[in-house]
Structures are given as C-alpha cells and as structure tokens.
Nanobody, 123 residues
Framework: VQVVESGGGTVQAGGSLRLSCAAS????????MGWFRQAPGKEREFVAT????????SIQDSVKGRFTISRDNGRNTVYLQMNSLKPEDTAVYYC?????????????????WGQGTQVTVSS
C-alpha cells in the first residue's frame, strides 16, 4: 500500500484543518488506518486509528473531542478532522496502514507509512 498525506498547512490557534490520506496499491478495506505525529525534538506519537470499515475508532486523550478520524473506502481515503487547534498540535502528521482487523496504537504495528504533512498552529 502506498499512502500519501495532504491538507497540512499553517493555521491560527482555534482554527481547523482536515488532513487526507490517499491509499493505493492494495485493497484499502483490508487495512486498519492510523494517524501519528512527531513534533520537533519529540518522539512520534499516536493520534488516532480507525477500523477497516470505520465502525470503531480510538483517539489519543489529548486530542479527544477536537480531532475526528474517518474513512471512505470507496475513495480509498482516510481523514483527520482537526478542530480547536492549539500550538502544541504543531507537528508533522503521518498516515499509516496496518494489515488486519484489530485497532492498534503502536507505530510498530503498522506496515506502511506516508511521507508526512506539516501542520503548524500559531498562537
């Protein structure tokens, strides 16, 4: 699976962005999808994950209530809607695909990664 992120940019605190991740190469619905982020000088961290058909999700506590993950299997795309953005959300955001059914929050449990898209939130 190849995954390509888009939708990053610079936004003021309190604003919104929607990230997209387009997948190709394999059967998209066979993969659990996830979003991770890495801020400068920090380790990569889990943000959100969604099951193969979108019926289950898991969201990191620090973004719960502000971020929503969704997917459109007809478009082979997963989304991350980010609202009420804060400066601490500034990071490179990565999309990842993991073969199988179980939701997963560990980066090592994903098989394919995108190149990332920069999100910068100014105060």
């Amino acid at each position: 699976v190849q995954v390509v992120e888009s939708g990053g940019g610079t936004v003021q605190a309190g604003g919104s962005l929607r990230l997209s991740c387009a997948a190709s190469g394999r059967t998209f619905k066979n993969y659990v999808m996830g979003w991770f982020r890495q801020a400068p000088g920090k380790e990569r961290e889990f943000v959100a994950t969604i099951s193969r058909y979108g019926g289950s999700t898991s969201i990191q506590d620090s973004v719960k209530g502000r971020f929503t993950i969704s997917r459109d299997n007809g478009r082979n795309t997963v989304y991350l809607q980010m609202n009420s953005l804060k400066p601490e959300d500034t990071a490179v955001y990565y999309c990842a695909a993991g073969f199988g059914e179980l939701l997963r929050t560990g980066g090592n449990d994903y098989d394919y990664w995108g190149q990332g898209t920069q999100v910068t939130v100014s105060s």
